[in-house]
């Protein structure tokens, strides 16, 4: 079964970058993409960027241009750059895993085609 940890969540200021970090570990998928989402109380789960076994990269209109997912197969691990943050990126971020790729339309930013989570990691960005 595979699992997924993130880090790299903090406080900010408008205007500032972090870096995240998402670790698999378990019987990770041959096939996959691996996604960044992120929540706000109350309010649906946005899907952000998105990268696969084959190097696929894919993001979500509201952050294009910002955000830069990457990955390390080394380490298993995939990362989100955020620079030019602002208040409305405070949220929970989570990294999720599904065992096909990015591919294949708009599925990628839906929640309901991931079946792994990780518990996600706070961003706060202040004004």
């Known amino acids: 079964q595979v699992q997924l940890v993130e880090s790299g969540g903090g406080s900010v200021q408008a205007g500032g970058s972090l870096r995240l970090s998402c670790t698999a570990s378990?019987?990770?998928?041959?096939?996959?993409?691996m996604a960044w989402f992120r929540q706000v109380s109350g309010m649906e789960r946005e899907g952000l960027a998105g990268?696969?076994?084959?190097?696929?990269?894919v993001y979500g209109d509201s952050v294009k241009g910002r955000f830069t997912i990457s990955q390390d197969n080394v380490k298993s691990t995939v990362y989100l750059q955020m620079t030019s943050l602002q208040p409305e990126d405070t949220a929970t971020y989570f990294c999720?895993?599904?065992?096909?790729?990015?591919?294949?339309?708009?599925?990628?930013?839906?929640?309901?085609?991931?079946?792994?989570w990780g518990r996600g990691t706070q961003v706060t960005v202040s004004s």
């Open positions: 999720a895993i599904r065992g096909w790729g990015c591919s294949g339309g708009a599925s990628w930013r839906e929640k309901r085609f991931f079946g792994v």
């Open positions: 990268i696969d076994y084959d190097g696929q990269i």
């Open positions: 378990g019987d990770v998928y041959k096939n996959y993409c």
